[in-house]
């Protein structure tokens, strides 16, 4: 059993930024697939950004690219994403989710793992 652990929400500014990092125990981040989503209060849980095991290939919804980078260290066994230029629109809780797959159907959410969520809130 997989468990995945989120970091590092947190109350922040509109333009600011943060970085929410990912763990998952009992694998190392490289042998896993890796993705981020968020739900904000009303709304359903969406697609944010995900990383391929194979290839580290990355997937971004449209509003958050060029704000949001997606990355792992495997030094560190750990999977984080940044967020910069943050906006109101963007408070949320984020959720990391892992799977043993080399590749996933990121946006459909089919993940195998999930983490209980980090609060990302933004203030205008």
């Known amino acids: 059993q997989v468990q995945v652990v989120e970091s590092g929400g947190g109350l922040v500014q509109a333009g600011g930024s943060l970085r929410l990092s990912c763990t998952a125990s009992g694998r190392t981040v490289s042998s896993l697939s890796m993705g981020w989503f968020r739900q904000a209060p009303g709304k359903e849980r969406d697609f944010v950004a995900s990383?391929?095991?194979?290839?580290?290939?990355?997937d971004y919804e449209d509003s958050v690219k060029g704000r949001f980078t997606i990355s792992r260290d495997n030094a560190k066994n750990a999977q984080y994403l940044q967020v910069n230029s943050l906006k109101p629109e963007d408070t949320a809780v984020y959720y990391c989710a892992a799977d043993e797959a080399a590749w996933v159907n990121a946006r459909s959410g089919i993940y195998n793992y999930w983490g209980q969520g980090a609060q990302v809130t933004v203030s205008s």
């Open positions: 990383i391929q095991r194979n290839g580290d290939i990355t």
